[in-house]
């Protein structure tokens, strides 16, 4: 089943401004939104934005989602060394009527 | 405090089945749906069944289509995924995740996984 786009790897320096971006159709980050997770290695995955953009309880303000057509984004502002991560998106495919998460990408902060 | 514990994972020979258990608390079970979803060692995530709060829709992934079965026991709060003709490539953390209520969408908490490994 197809899933959806996101770069493998994205670099920044701290304190800088990361833009993630996750790429789908229109049956599924186009139709619904997509939500992003974030996962530390040897942990389960977090969530971070809800596929409406709105930040579960607990989530820092430094981070922003939002979406454009069938490109949603994650916007990360003042980077610091434990936003580093893989970072996965996740939307509702309402034609395979599945889940489908994009191959993550791996922020590296320098 | 929510809480989802895996359990049932483990070493299986190709071919073999195993039943995973997830043990829920801290929540209303019966409100949410819930999900399997897994992630091959050094792989991302990828989603394989969710069922509805009573148990009435489940969608799986093609790939485990006609070998996995999703199902829940809302009185024990308890989500299941029986796993048959396992496949080398089933190799993976399996994670018991919730999705968030309404139409806001995502997986708000995932267990810690449980490991399965299929090799002979």
């Known amino acids: 089943q197809a899933g959806l786009t996101q770069p493998p790897s994205v670099s920044k320096d701290l304190r800088q401004t990361a833009t993630l971006t996750c790429t789908g159709n229109?049956?599924?980050?186009?139709?619904?939104?997509a939500a992003w997770l974030q996962q530390h290695q040897g942990h389960p995955p977090k969530l971070l934005s809800y596929?409406?953009?709105n930040r579960p309880s607990g989530i820092s303000e430094r981070l922003s989602a939002s979406r454009s057509g069938n490109t949603a984004s994650l916007t990360i502002i003042g980077l610091q060394s434990e936003d580093e991560a893989d970072y996965y998106c996740?939307?509702?495919?309402?034609?395979?009527?599945?889940?489908?998460f994009g191959g993550g990408t791996k922020l590296t902060v320098l | 405090e929510v809480q989802l514990v895996e359990s049932g994972g483990g070493l299986v020979q190709p071919g073999g089945s195993l039943r995973l258990s997830c043990a829920a608390s801290?929540?209303?079970?019966?409100?949410?749906?819930m999900n399997w979803v897994r992630q091959a060692p050094g792989k991302g995530l990828e989603w394989v069944a969710n069922?509805?709060?009573?148990?009435?829709?489940?969608y799986y992934v093609d790939f485990v289509k006609g070998r996995f079965t999703i199902s829940r026991d809302n009185a024990k709060n308890s989500l299941y995924l029986q796993m048959n003709s396992l496949r080398a490539e089933d190799t993976a953390v399996y994670y018991c995740?919730?999705?968030?209520?309404?139409?806001?969408?995502?997986?708000?908490?995932w267990g810690q996984g449980v490991l399965v490994i299929v090799s002979s």
């Open positions: 995740v919730r999705e968030s209520v309404g139409a806001i969408g995502g997986f708000d908490f």
């Open positions: 996740s939307a509702w495919d309402s034609s395979l009527r599945a889940w489908v």
């Open positions: 069922i509805k709060q009573r148990g009435s829709e489940k």
């Open positions: 596929r409406n953009n």
């Open positions: 229109s049956n599924n980050v186009g139709n619904e939104g």
């Open positions: 801290g929540f209303t079970f019966s409100s949410h749906w």
